[in-house]
């Protein structure tokens, strides 16, 4: 693990973790001028000083709230005793603190490919209020908890107009009363409501709305930033980024099988650096593709749409950038692979369709074990595809000591997957995404399960996202030691390396930078992390007719 060598740089009132509201006395007549405003009039919306409305996510470490001597202290970054026995985790109150749900509203907004998704926001009886919105995928596995969208023509049958009415309806009247701070319960609350696998009657994106929405409320009433609420003083470890700089796949019109071409920085000293020396391969990537008469336009998250004639010289290309932009490959800046074979490939088949050929199994484990011999790759997600449990353990064995072995589609952020797989052999990494299981708590259960697997996780987005910052916050809080956000272009994208900049920042001479040691084990073991290198016997790839 790396300390920061910049030292405390933290300027007081410089931060913003979030768009934050005035203080909000709520005394006499609080919930006639909250239904004026707009806000829920709810019984018991009224509370005393130091009630405040945070208009998305939270407010920054450095403001007196005027709430008492413990809101100070909690706002200045100095959590009481009570704070640091309740903060850290998915639950925990404290005292003098009223963090009982008075109202909850959806709102339908819309994410980066315009499509209708779901804001929730939850408010507490102190006058804090937490907003969070779902984000949506492109590739999904067939594992995942599900969207609710209402069908038809409007908008392409994406609307979420159901999904929004359920969190201020059904969902909103089921969570009333309850203490937001207890995320555990809440979270088991808006599962048994739900009551289906996949969350498929009141829909993921309203559910897990809720549940984000209330955790950033509870980091309010605390006078927190969100990572802070989660973790306690313990949470100051920056996550290794993972960063796209070609998207393909069902993320750029298929005109590259691979979906996620991306950089790792093994070399960086810290988050900052690592984002420093992305953006000089990226820009140098863009370059080449212009004079090379590749570049097709910018994909769904950021990364350049390029038009390769082979997947394996998108591989070149970006060897290549690297090198333009005066990084050695391998050492000071690494590849990562999103493979998502589950759009290419079923029942052990997999059609390239770039290269019009088509392997099976052994012969897809071969075609990647091949490419880590050649160029210098450190992480490969979903190599194999979801039903392809087999080919995944056998992939894991043939070169997980090399790199990381990530299953996205194949565990779908389930805490009983990620068991199952370990006890397979199969992946040494999983990835993180709260809406493959629809609330916090089986995120992070997910999460517990990988470490107590000695897998490494990586909290990511995804390909339809928005400005909320909430992941960030996770991978931080919860010191998960990766994040993949996508590239690093688009607002939506960069908002959320931003965000981890101004928390890295912040926490001055105290912040961790994961670094490469995290790559396919526990960010906390900090082993020494995977270094390219020969593969050895390569097998061979044979092709089916």
Sequence with gaps: MRVDPRGDRAIPGLLRFARRGLPVRRGLGAAHRAGAAGRPPAAGAAAGPGGRQVAGRIPDAGVDQGAGAQRRAQAAGEPTGATRAGAAGLGGGIPGVNTEIVGVQGLRVWDSRGRPTVEAAVWLADGSVGRAIAPAGASTGS???????????????????????????????????????????LDRRLVELDGTPGKTRLGANAVLAVSLAAAHAVAASRGVPLYRSLGGEDATLLPFPQIQIFGGGAHAGRRVDIQDFMVVCPGAENFAEALDRTAEVYRAAGALMREAGSLAGVADEGGWWPTFDTNEQALETLVRAIERAGFTP??????????????????????????????????????????????????????????????????????????????????VTDAARVRDAAARGAANAVLLKPNQRGTLTETRAAFEAARQAGFAGIVSARSGETEDLTIVHLAIGWGVGQLKVGSFARSERMAKWNEALRIEAALGARARFAGAGVLGRDAEEGRPGLRPGPAGAVPQTPLLK
Aim: glycine share 16%; hydrophobic share 45%; no cysteine.
């Design 330 to 411: 391998g050492d000071e800046v690494a590849i990562a692979l999103d493979i998502a074979a589950s759009e290419f490939g079923r029942n052990g088949r997999y059609r390239l369709g770039l290269e019009g050929r088509e392997l099976d199994s052994d012969g897809m484990v071969g075609l990647l074990a091949g490419w880590i011999a050649r160029y210098p790759i450190l992480s490969v997600e979903d190599p194999l595809a979801e039903d392809d449990a087999q080919g995944f353990a056998a992939f894991t064995q043939a070169v997980g000591d090399r790199v990381q072995v990530v299953g996205d589609d194949f565990l």
């Design 143 to 185: 594992g995942e908890a599900l969207d609710l969208r209402d069908g038809g023509a409007a908008f392409g049958g994406y609307d979420v107009r159901r999904a929004v009415a359920n969190v201020g309806g059904e969902i909103g009247a089921a969570v009333t009363g309850m203490d937001a701070a207890g995320q555990e319960a």
